[in-house]
């Protein structure tokens, strides 16, 4: 049995960028560390904070982020290298050692996703050239290639896609899957958000169920390459009005947008993919979400089925009236909870996320293995947290949360 961890990390240093593309690096500027773009990121952002009272409104936006947070981001950005030429032997970059943590925990494959790739992207938004952000992806690309040179029948960056250029993003699917990448970045919102049109208004985004994205799918297929929706990758937010709740500050703001929040996109993002007939279409297509936790999964299976009439019977007489939202608008063959078991898997945050209760639930074909290794809220013992939760389940179980990915990609 080969246990596949879809969602590990590469800690780029401060000067990946300097290294790969020096002329696109200096387009931005003195290269940042994470902390110094860490409050673009995570603090709060929005004209609405003008309306809140006095007492409310933050001094700076590191002032919306939540403290236990702080030290979570200070932690994080202690563990980026400051140049590559100084991280020889650091698992975080280095690739023969990186082998050696996975050997120590038995893993076999990783998916390497990025980590500060958007520290750059932070940048170039913040001087207004966000027409450089393709080009950031691709240097990403081409670095984290270069870095596991040697080492990707084991270490596979994921690629970095731009879905505003659909024919660009298949070359550099195809360009990196020689390479040996198995998986690609896509979001959890829809396509598009922040851009304007030619009369300079915003433009309408488009749902990644669009028509203009079947060509990614079929890409996806013929490949054999997963469809990645990470945390972080999801622009849905929650109305501002749950900050104006008289308090002093806006921690329970922050606190919604970060524990509950999140977990919105994924659901939205599964929803469509099934509804919308993309699984359908694309039986061999792989869809994996990482790092959004577990826990909503069962809630999304069932209350998929029931609004398309196709809950299992049982708890009403054969013959009674149920209830659902779509009635004849639903054509598809199967029924969603088949589609979500067929193609989709999600990964937990060991750490923090019992396995068993989602587990039961909805099966073990929706669930896979993930480390974030070496992300703080990751863990370099994750097999062994994994496997203490699936001791009573039979093999075929633990091969299925290991494995599947591998078995659906071919690998």
Request: hydrophobic fraction near 40%; include cysteine; charged fraction near 20%.
């Amino acid at each position: 049995m080969r246990i596949i961890d879809v969602d590990a990390h590469l800690h780029e240093p401060v000067d990946w960028l300097v290294r790969t593309n020096p002329k696109l690096a200096g387009l931005l500027g003195e290269p940042e560390r994470f902390i110094g773009i860490a409050d673009n990121l995570f603090g709060i952002h929005n004209p609405a904070l003008s309306q809140l009272p006095d007492s409310q409104r933050p001094d700076t936006t590191w002032d919306t982020v939540l403290p236990g947070f702080v030290k979570h981001l200070e932690m994080t950005d202690d563990r980026q290298p400051a140049r590559q030429s100084l991280a020889v032997g650091d698992p975080v970059v280095d690739p023969a050692a990186r082998l050696k943590v996975c050997d120590a925990e038995g893993i076999d494959v990783q998916f390497l996703n990025p980590s500060f790739l958007v520290s750059p992207l932070v940048q170039a938004a913040r001087a207004r050239r966000s027409d450089l952000a393709w080009q950031i992806r691709q240097a990403w690309n081409r670095w984290a290639m270069e870095t596991m040179h040697g080492y990707t029948h084991r270490l596979k960056p994921v690629t970095q896609i731009d879905l505003n250029d659909v024919p660009a993003s298949i070359a550099e699917m195809t360009r990196m899957r020689v390479l040996g990448s198995r998986g690609f970045a896509i979001s959890e919102s829809p396509v598009g958000i922040g851009r304007f049109g030619g009369d300079g208004k915003s433009a309408l985004p488009r749902s990644v169920t669009h028509p203009d994205f079947e060509p990614i799918w079929d890409a996806a297929e013929d490949l054999g390459m997963a469809a990645i929706a990470h945390v972080g990758f999801s622009r849905e937010r929650i109305q501002f009005g749950w900050a104006n709740n008289g308090g002093s500050d806006l921690s329970t703001y922050s606190l919604l947008s970060m524990a509950i929040a999140p977990q919105l996109g994924p659901q939205l993002l599964l929803g469509a993919l099934v509804f919308d007939g993309v699984l359908e279409r694309h039986p061999n297509l792989t869809v994996i979400v990482e790092e959004v936790g577990i826990s909503w999964l069962p809630h999304l299976v069932n209350v998929m089925d029931h609004a398309v009439g196709r809950m299992p019977k049982g708890v009403l007489a054969d013959g009674a009236y149920r209830p659902d939202f779509a009635g004849a608008a639903y054509k598809l063959p199967l029924a969603p909870s088949d589609y979500l078991r067929r193609q989709v898997t999600v990964t937990p945050l060991v750490v923090n996320e019992p396995l068993q209760p989602v587990l039961d639930a909805v099966g073990p074909e929706m669930l896979c293995f993930s480390s974030d290794y070496p992300h703080v809220e990751g863990t370099d013992s994750a097999v062994a947290i994994c496997e203490r939760q699936l001791s009573g389940y039979a093999p075929g179980v633990r091969e299925c949360f290991y494995g599947r990915v591998a078995e659906r990609l071919r690998m």
